[in-house]
């Protein structure tokens, strides 16, 4: 999906260490298509934006919020996602902070 909707970038994914992550399948799937993997430090989530991210969805948006279904919790997600839209995303993310780690090498920031 990654590299259907970014053809021809150069595509680099930081990971951490899942084991859906780390599974043979996984980085021979991502060598053949020309993605790149680099690994976050063991037990940084402070390094990996995807859990500044999720921090805001559970608190924004799941806690304290009862439902009927797992289909409906991933559409109550969905559409707080579509709502803040991608600049949105960065910023719940952190990768706006002046502190973001990866800042230097972002040239969309």
């Known amino acids: 999906m990654i590299r259907s909707l970014w053809r ?12 859906s992550h780390t599974a043979e399948e996984s980085i021979l799937l991502a060598e053949d298509l020309g993605i790149a993997l680099r690994w976050l430090p063991v037990a940084c989530p402070k390094l990996n934006p995807m859990d500044h991210l999720w921090r805001h969805i559970k608190g924004d948006v799941l806690a304290n919020t009862p439902v009927n279904s797992l289909d409906e919790c991933v559409a109550s997600v969905h559409q707080y996602l579509q709502d803040i839209g991608p600049v949105g995303w960065m910023r719940k993310a952190g990768l706006f902070s002046e502190k973001f780690w990866l800042k230097e090498y972002c040239t969309f920031l």
Do not use: C, K, P, T
Request: glycine share 8%; no cysteine.
């Open 8 to 19: 021809g970038w150069n595509i680099v994914l930081f990971l951490d260490r899942a084991s």
